[in-house]
């Protein structure tokens, strides 16, 4: 029997004798979308292997893993974001991370060799860990929504988002603080508590006790993302969720998830997840236990 990692209940690396490589952006999932830049590949993919089908395995090269939708179980380190799981895994990670029940989607940012040796100045991780800072979470929440947009200017901004973000973790390595205003934190759980209702930048400013055009300025310079991304992506991540875990209508969960009706759920999601309401439901619930 392999000895396994009480914290995370994952058979130990070490028992692992020959673990199968996965070489740039190849993962357990299946792809609905990706945009290559120059050593950088942007990727979503919804989960399609049941937790025991996935082996121990070995990422040749180093990726971002932000969760979009269900429970994903990680041997990485650290403490995660509450409301945000993100996790950096260095070149050569060796583990068996997975989704709970095999149901969930995820966003990755694969990077080659070369393209993380360019920034050589950037002291990243060297094991597999958890980013909680918001700022890594609010970039990588950005680049999912432009490679969701893309357009001829989204290649220069991608690749500006990413060099952000490989600094935002590595602020992280080093343990440094970032200096936000106390209302900031507020403004982002009311944001993220209230994504059903009809919220404007005037509303959340007021709440928060700021000027609209501060909270905005602000917002963007500390967490990468705008006040609009943030509300939309958990718009989005609460209907993926509700999709996975009831049997509730789609028009239904349209309007519980904050969006006007259904077709523009459905419009927005097949966006974001690269497949209509219906059709991730369906590929979902059928590795749905009894």
Sequence with gaps: MH?????????????????????????????????????????????DSPPEEVEVHTHVDAHFVLVTSGHYVSSAGATPNRRTTLVYNPP????????????????TISVSMERLEESSDAKVHQVATYLSDERACGLSRALLMECARWDN??????????????????????GAEQSWPNWLPAACELIQDCYAEDLGIRQVANAVGVHPTHLARVFRSCLGCTPGDLLRTRRLEKAAEL?????????????????????????????????????????NTRRRPA
């Design 3 to 47: 000895q396994r990692d009480q914290r995370s209940a994952f058979p130990h690396p070490r028992s692992a004798r020959h673990p199968f490589l996965l070489t740039h952006d190849v993962f357990y999932g299946e792809l609905q979308s990706t945009r290559s830049l120059d050593g950088i590949t942007l990727s979503h993919r919804i989960a």
């Design 92 to 107: 050569g990670t060796t583990h068996r991370d997975h989704f709970h029940q095999g149901r969930g989607s995820f966003f």
């Design 153 to 174: 200017c989204s290649s220069l901004k991608a690749q500006s988002l990413y060099s952000e973000l490989l600094a935002s973790a590595s602020r992280n390595a080093d």
């Design 243 to 283: 999709l996975l875990l009831t049997d509730v209508s789609i028009a239904e969960i349209a309007l519980e998830s904050g969006h006007s009706d259904q077709a523009q759920l459905t419009k927005a999601f097949r966006r974001f997840y690269g497949l209509p309401p219906g059709s991730y439901r369906h590929r």
